[in-house]
Nanobody
Framework: QVQLVESGGGLVQAGGSLRLSCAASGRTFSSAVMGWFRQAPGKEREFVAGVGWTGGRTYYADSAKGRCTISRDNAKRTVYLQMNGLKREDTAVYYC???????????????????WGQGTQVTVSS
């Protein structure tokens, strides 16, 4: 089993920044992707960014490119999502997930992820 704990969400004004953290514990995998997704009320869970746990390859949704940076600290088993220039439409619950042996083509697909955290709320006010 893998346990994921997200933190760092909160209320921020439009144009502001937040850094989300996802701490992992439990099993380790030789091949996995750590991904950030978000889900707004009434909408499907959508991909934001991902990072390969071993190789460090990064993936970004078009909406995140230029505004978000995903990084990892292997020693702490923690993944970070730095979000800048936040907009009201970024308001959502942000979830961290682990996809085991996930193909690059599937990184953006939430159904391919095996483990999820409880989520952290991000609210952007105008």
């Amino acid at each position: 089993q893998v346990q994921l704990v997200e933190s760092g969400g909160g209320l921020v004004q439009a144009g502001g920044s937040l850094r989300l953290s996802c701490a992992a514990s439990g099993r380790t995998f030789s091949s996995a992707v750590m991904g950030w997704f978000r889900q707004a009320p009434g909408k499907e869970r959508e991909f934001v960014a991902g990072v390969g746990w071993t190789g460090g390859r990064t993936y970004y949704a078009d909406s995140a490119k230029g505004r978000c940076t995903i990084s990892r600290d292997n020693a702490k088993r923690t993944v970070y999502l730095q979000m800048n220039g936040l907009k009201r439409e970024d308001t959502a619950v942000y979830y961290c997930g682990v996809g085991v042996s996930i193909a690059a083509a599937d990184v953006t697909t939430s159904a391919r992820y095996n483990y999820w955290g409880q989520g952290t709320q991000v609210t952007v006010s105008s």
